[in-house]
């Protein structure tokens, strides 16, 4: 089992980096984060599901089944976004409903789970109470069965680019609304 770090350049022409997924990811799955994290519609105008694919650099279109690897996907090799749909709407990001008074609605990314979620959050809750509500919430494993010892996470903010410290509340630490909030494992020296 191996990471791979590819780009894919979605509906609307830009291009989103994928890092360090795991090959043995399916299309599927890889392709239902992409709809999630772009937040694309399952149906069009007349009520009709849309149906999202992969295609590889060929122009060949990706079985949804295959993992990764089973696809061929290489290194820094570049996947095209295709709908069934003439016309998806842009991401509107940044357009959505404000969060209610004390919240804040941040998208969690669950890198050791390839899933992202929207959730809402308390303002004055400390990071560290968030992250560990993600690690309940979605039974993160507490032990790396490989290593046979403890896993760390940590929460990474995209807005910022950085890690948060887990002291702060997410209003200390300016936690904007559809924030995307990464959790990954922390290495941990030793």
Do not use: C, W
Not at 41 to 47: F, S, V
Not at 54 to 64: A, D, I, M, T
Not at 78 to 107: C, D, F, K, W
């Amino acid at each position: 089992m191996a990471n791979l770090s590819f780009k894919i350049k979605l509906l609307h022409n830009s291009t989103l980096p994928i890092k360090e997924v795991d090959s043995d990811m399916t299309i599927r799955e890889l392709v239902d984060s992409v709809i999630i994290h772009q937040e694309y519609p399952l149906q069009d105008d007349g009520q009709k599901d849309i149906e999202y694919y992969l295609e590889n650099g060929k122009g060949e279109r990706l079985s949804l089944d295959d993992t990764l690897t089973q696809a061929g996907v290489q290194i820094d090799e570049v996947l095209t976004m295709r709908s069934s749909s003439a016309h998806i709407p842009p991401p509107r990001r940044g357009e959505q409903t404000p969060a209610p008074a004390g919240m804040v609605n941040a998208y969690v990314q669950l890198l050791d789970l390839n899933r992202t979620e929207l959730e809402s959050f308390p303002l004055d809750k400390k990071v560290g109470e968030v992250l560990n509500e993600i690690i309940q919430k979605h039974k993160l494993p507490a032990r790396d069965v490989k290593l046979k010892e403890g896993k760390f996470y940590q929460l990474f903010s995209k807005a910022f680019g950085s890690v948060m410290h887990e002291g702060m509340t997410l209003r200390e630490a300016k936690v904007p609304n559809f924030d995307t909030l990464i959790v990954s494992t922390k290495e941990v020296p030793g």
